[in-house]
C-alpha cells in the first residue's frame, strides 16, 4: 500500500545493543508513523513526523527516537534495546491526519 | 487525551453466522474509519465515515456511525472464512491525528 517499505523485516538482537528500523516511502505522503502492536494493545503510536525533521512523541515513546531527513524516509531508533521493546513494529504514512497506510512491518526480537 | 474503545476483543463464530464489532469515543468525532488486519498481515484501510447517522455498505459489511458522532460499528452478515482477521476502528477528531482503538480479533470456523 502507497509504496510503503520497511527494513529489517525481522531482526534478533540482544539486550543492551542499539537498533534501528527504516521505513521508506514513495507517495510523497508529509506525514509518517511508528507504532508498535503487542497482544491486547492493539496499535499503539510511538513517534510521528508531520514534515521534515518535524516530529513528535506518541503514546509510547520511552526508549525511541526517531529522525526524518527526508520526506521519503523516517527512521525509528532503539537506544539501548530491552526485552519489553520485543513487538512487531509498524510504519504508516498519510497526506493528511486522517486516513493512514501501512507498510508491512517488522518483527523485532530482544533477547 | 482521547480515546476509543472497542468491543468485544475476540469473537469467535461458525461460518455463516454475523459478526458485529463496537467502537465508542470519549470525545465527538470528526471522523471514524475502519481498518482490516489479516493474521501476519499489515492493516488495511476499508471505509471513513464523516456524517452523523451515516451508514455504508461494503457487500456483506456494513458500517454505522452514530448520531452524537461518538460512536460505530461494524457489522459482517454470514461471515466467511475470509473474513478472519483483526478489525480496527480509528478515530479522529478536527486537527489531531487518529486514535486507534484496541482492535476485535474475529476467528471463523468452517
Known amino acids: 500500500d502507497a509504496g510503503i517499505t520497511q527494513s529489517p523485516r525481522h531482526k534478533v538482537t540482544e539486550t543492551g545493543t542499539p537498533v534501528t528500523l527504516r521505513c521508506h516511502q514513495t507517495?510523497?505522503?508529509?506525514?509518517m508513523y511508528w507504532y508498535r502492536q503487542d497482544p491486547g494493545h492493539g496499535l499503539r503510536l510511538i513517534h510521528y513526523?508531520?514534515?521534515?525533521?518535524?516530529?513528535d512523541k506518541g503514546e509510547v515513546s520511552d526508549g525511541y527516537s526517531v529522525s526524518r531527513s527526508k520526506t521519503e524516509d523516517f527512521l525509528l531508533t532503539l537506544e539501548s534495546a530491552t526485552s519489553s521493546q520485543t513487538s512487531v513494529y509498524f510504519c504508516?504514512?498519510?497526506?493528511?491526519?486522517?486516513?493512514?497506510?501501512f507498510g508491512p512491518g517488522t518483527r523485532l526480537l530482544v533477547l | 487525551g482521547q480515546q476509543v474503545m472497542q468491543i468485544p476483543q475476540y469473537q469467535h463464530v461458525q461460518e455463516g453466522e454475523d459478526f458485529t464489532t463496537y467502537c465508542n469515543s470519549s470525545?465527538?468525532?470528526?471522523?471514524i474509519q475502519w481498518y482490516k488486519q489479516r493474521p501476519g498481515g499489515h492493516p488495511v484501510f476499508l471505509i471513513q465515515?464523516?456524517?452523523?447517522?451515516e451508514v455504508k455498505k461494503q457487500k456483506r459489511l456494513t458500517f454505522q456511525f452514530g448520531e452524537a458522532k461518538k460512536n460505530s460499528s461494524l457489522h459482517i452478515t454470514a461471515t466467511q472464512t475470509t473474513d478472519v482477521g483483526t478489525y480496527f476502528c480509528?478515530?479522529?477528531?478536527?486537527?489531531?491525528?487518529?486514535?486507534f482503538g484496541e482492535g476485535t480479533q474475529l476467528t471463523v470456523n468452517p
Open positions: 513526523s508531520y514534515g521534515v525533521k518535524d516530529t
Open positions: 480509528a478515530g479522529a477528531t478536527s486537527g489531531s491525528r487518529l486514535t
Open positions: 465515515l464523516v456524517k452523523s447517522g
Open positions: 504508516a504514512t498519510s497526506t493528511s491526519l486522517e486516513t493512514q497506510y
Open positions: 507517495e510523497n505522503h508529509r506525514y
Open positions: 470525545t465527538t468525532l470528526s471522523n
